[in-house]
C-alpha cells in the first residue's frame, strides 16, 4: 500500500520535532552527562505508554528576532504516560531549545497537562532542566511561571505532585518544585537558588560556587528544599517511580495495595534487647523499622535532613503506612526546629492522601537552647502539634523508650487523638528524664542535707522507679497496651485493620491557620 503524501508530511515534521533544539545541541546536552527530555520521560515510564500532547506549538513572541527561530514544541515535552500501569501527567523540560527557558506557550502546554491531571485525578511528575523565564518574551513569561506556581497550590493535596531537578533551576522557577509534594535533585548536574552566585556576589560580596550555594547536597541536609538526591539521572527516575507505588493518585484514592509475601505474625526476635539498659545510650531506629514492616523495605523521605527523626514510606501486610520515629542515633532522638518542620510536612502529607500514620518514639523532649528559641522552637515545634492534631487518617504510636515532657504531647498522644498507643516494656513516660526532674523538685531537699550527692541520688532512684515505665500511663489508660517488642509487627498490623474502615472529620472551616 502506497502511503499517503499527508502521513508521509506528518512523519516527516514529527521526525523533525523529535529533535527539538537540533542534533548539536542534543550532542551538547550528552556531553554534559545530561539525557535529552524524551530520553528521560522514555526512561520514567511504561514502555511506549507515553501520549505527547502540544508537540507542533512553537511560540508567539517576536522580540529581539524570535520570530525567526523557532522549535516545534517549544522546549517542553508534555503528556500522559502509565507508570505501573497507572496513569500519570509529565512535562519535561528541553534544555536543546533554549536553555529550556519557559514562555507563555510553553506554560500554556505545561498548565494544559495540569488541568487534565486535575480534572482526572493523576499525579503530575515535572523533569525540570531550564535556564528560567525566556527573557525575550518579558512578561509573558513571568506570567506563565503564574500560572503555573496557581495550579501547583489547587493541586496541592487533591494529586500528588513530583518534581525531579535534572538541570538549573534558577529565579523564581524554584517556586513551582517547592510547592510539589517531593523534590529529587540529580546530584551530578542540578543546582537550585533564588538568586546565582553572581547575584550574590554583587549585593553581598560574598563568593559561593554553584553547587555551595544549591546543589543538591545542600538541599538535602540543610534547606531541606529537596527530599530526595540521587547519584545521576537513572537513579532519579527510578526513584519517582519507586514513590509513587506507595501514593494513591488522588486524595479520594486508597493508596495502592500490594499482595504481601512476609506473614503478619513474623515475629521479630531482634528486638527483644535492642534498647540498651542505659537509658542514655543510643540505638538505630531504621533497626526496628526495617524489623517490622513487610520484607524489611523502607523508603526513607529527607534521610539527609533534621536526621534526629525519620519519615518515611513502608507497607505493613500489603498496605502502605507513613512512619514518622525519633532516632536516638542522631541527637538522642530530640525534637528540633529542623525535626518538627521535616515531621509536619510528612504528616500533612500522608493526611492528605488516605496513608495511616506509625509513629515510634523515644524522644528526650525539644532541644533547648538560644538558638532554637530565638529561631522560633515555638512556632516550629507547634507545627508539628497542629499536623498530627489536624490528621484524620490512622494514627498509631508506639512508646518504645522515652516520652518525656512536651514532645510525649506532640508525638501522636493518645490525648491529640492517637487512635491506638501501644508501649514497650522500657517505655518512660515522664514529664521530664530523672536526673532534671529531681534537681528542680528535691534540689533544696539536698542542698539543705549533709551529703546532696547521696539524696539527688537516692531521690533519682525512686523518680525512676515511679515514672521509668510505662505501667503509670497504662493504669490511667493513656496507653492501650504494653507490648512486647517482637509481637510489634502483629499487634501494629492488627491495629491497622481495626483502624481501617476509620471515619473521622474535623470541624468545617476555610483552613486553618497551622503556624507558618
Ligand atoms: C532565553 C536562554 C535562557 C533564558 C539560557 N538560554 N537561558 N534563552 N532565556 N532564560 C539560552 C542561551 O542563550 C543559549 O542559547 C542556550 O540557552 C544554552 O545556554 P548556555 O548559557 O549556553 O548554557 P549553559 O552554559 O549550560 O548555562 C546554562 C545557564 C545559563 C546557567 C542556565 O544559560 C544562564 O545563566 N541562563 C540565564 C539564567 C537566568 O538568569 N534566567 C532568568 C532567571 S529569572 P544560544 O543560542 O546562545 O546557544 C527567572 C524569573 C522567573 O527565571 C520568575 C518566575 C516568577
Known sequence: MEIPKTIIKLRERRDVAMLGGGVKRIDEQHAKGKMTARERVNLLVDPDSFEEFDLFVTHNCSNFGMDKQKFAGDGVVTGCATINERVVYIFAQDFTVFGGSLSKTYSDKICKIMDMALKNGCPVIGLNDSGGARIQEGIDA?????EIFWRNVMASGVIPQI?????????????????TDFVIMDQQNSYMFVTGPKVVKTVLNETVSTSDLGGAAVHASKSGVAQFISNDEREALMLIRKLLSYLPSNNLEDPPYLPPSDPIDRACPELVDLIPENPNKPYDILDVIHA??????FLEVARSFAQNVVVGFARMNGYPVGIFANQPKVLAGVLDIDASIKGAR????????NIPLIVLEDVPGFLPGTNQEHNGIIRNGAKLLYAFA???VPKITVILR????????VMNSRHMRADLVYAWPSAEIAVMGPKGAVEVIFRKEAMDSEDPKAVLAQREE?????????FRAAEKGYIDDIIEPQRTRFRLIRALEMLANKKDSIPPRKHGNIPL
Open 390 to 392: 489536624e490528621a484524620t
Open 346 to 353: 510528612f504528616v500533612r502529607f500522608c493526611d492528605s492522601f
Open 142 to 146: 513571568l506570567a506563565g511561571y503564574a
Open 292 to 297: 517490622i514492616v513487610d520484607d524489611g523495605e
Open 402 to 409: 522515652k516520652a518525656y515532657g512536651g514532645a510525649y504531647c
Open 163 to 179: 518534581s525531579a531537578i535534572l538541570g538549573p533551576c534558577a529565579g523564581g522557577a524554584v517556586y513551582s518544585p517547592a510547592i
Open 462 to 470: 525512686e523518680y525512676r522507679e515511679h515514672f521509668a515505665n510505662p
